[in-house]
């Protein structure tokens, strides 16, 4: 089949993983590639969402766009941390001494950045 051929299907003969409109894969009944925990797949499908918001509002600001930009990156970065510490509080849920540790470190660093 040479490119731009339609098959039998009505397809280009594609293979491999289909994806929706967004790009993000489609779970086609096997649980996708966080296994069976749909909240985490979903809360990490909406971080990536809200991360290219954060990086068009970065684009729109540096070409001069302030306000648009500024906007766009600051609700981006709003959607990031809400997911970031939804999924820290499922991960310290866990009760387990040695996950609780990883956390505290890794939020050392970022209270270091600040």
């Given at each position: 089949?040479?490119?731009?051929?339609?098959?039998?299907?009505?397809?280009y003969?594609r293979?491999?993983?289909?994806?929706?409109?967004?790009?993000?894969y489609n779970?086609?009944?096997?649980?996708?590639?966080?296994?069976?925990y749909?909240?985490?797949?979903?809360?990490?499908?909406?971080?990536?969402?809200?991360?290219?918001?954060?990086?068009?509002?970065r684009?729109?600001y540096?070409?001069?766009?302030?306000?648009?930009?500024?906007?766009?990156?600051i609700?981006?970065?709003?959607?990031?941390?809400?997911?970031?510490?939804?999924?820290?509080?499922?991960?310290?849920?866990?009760?387990?001494?040695?996950?609780?540790?990883?956390?505290?470190?890794h939020?050392?660093?970022i209270?270091?950045?600040?």
């Amino acid at each position: 089949m040479r490119y731009g051929e339609y098959d039998e299907y009505g397809t280009y003969g594609r293979r491999g993983r289909s994806r929706d409109s967004r790009g993000r894969y489609n779970e086609g009944g096997r649980g996708g590639s966080y296994g069976h925990y749909p909240y985490m797949m979903d809360r990490m499908d909406r971080m990536k969402d809200y991360y290219m918001d954060y990086n068009e509002g970065r684009e729109q600001y540096n070409r001069g766009d302030s306000y648009n930009g500024e906007e766009t990156m600051i609700e981006a970065t709003e959607g990031i941390m809400k997911g970031f510490s939804d999924i820290v509080k499922e991960l310290a849920d866990s009760n387990n001494p040695e996950v609780m540790k990883v956390i505290e470190k890794h939020t050392r660093k970022i209270m270091e950045m600040m």
